[in-house]
């Protein structure tokens, strides 16, 4: 089967949230944080489709590199100065993992992000392999380390620098 990648909608939302109450049952996230995510930067949003349904997203919008949104917590806007591009989540149904749909995203959000120096992340759930195919490295930073167990205790900010 092939799963395509398109702009999240607002009709897309009880989904996205049926999904991440699936995929990351310990990252629980209100409605209203995919719904202002979605609002603030639909150029980083984007909804993975199969089977007529939405089987995964992703959420991203520029920001800080110094400063990773913690979770389950609204922006209110957009840093006027964004350095990087962030990768707030990404979450594919069981059945989507293994088909590429992840490094077709990854590949439409490095194109999104090329107006900044960097593309950044908080890698949970051991997915540091992962990101490191598409050059993301561990950023050392002890300052955030408390911030970082809030998602979960091997949390690790990623970052990647423009090519």
């Known amino acids: 089967m092939l799963y395509n990648w398109r702009p999240m909608t607002r009709r897309d939302l009880p989904f996205v949230s049926a999904i991440a109450g699936r995929v990351h049952p310990d990252f629980f996230e209100e409605d209203a944080i995919f719904s202002e995510r979605r609002s603030l930067a639909p150029e980083g949003c984007w909804v993975c489709e199969g089977?007529?349904?939405?089987?995964?997203?992703?959420?991203?919008?520029?920001w800080t590199l110094?400063?990773?949104?913690?979770?389950?917590?609204?922006?209110?806007?957009?840093?006027?100065?964004?350095?990087?591009?962030?990768?707030?989540?990404l979450a594919l149904l069981p059945k989507v993992r293994g088909t590429g749909a992840a490094r077709r995203i990854v590949d439409i959000l490095i194109d999104v992000a090329r107006p900044y120096p960097t593309m950044s992340l908080v890698a949970v759930n051991g997915s540091a392999?992962?990101?490191?195919?598409?050059?993301?490295?561990?950023?050392?930073?002890?300052?955030?380390?408390?911030?970082?167990?809030?998602?979960?205790?091997?949390?690790?900010?990623?970052?990647?620098?423009?090519?």
Do not use: C
């Open 51 to 62: 089977d007529q349904r939405p089987l995964g997203y992703v959420l991203s919008h520029p």
């Open 66 to 89: 110094q400063a990773p949104p913690a979770l389950n917590t609204a922006l209110g806007a957009l840093p006027e100065d964004p350095d990087s591009f962030y990768i707030h989540d």
């Open 129 to 163: 392999p992962f990101w490191s195919r598409f050059d993301f490295a561990v950023a050392n930073r002890p300052d955030l380390a408390q911030k970082l167990e809030t998602y979960d205790p091997q949390a690790r900010l990623m970052v990647r620098q423009r090519t």
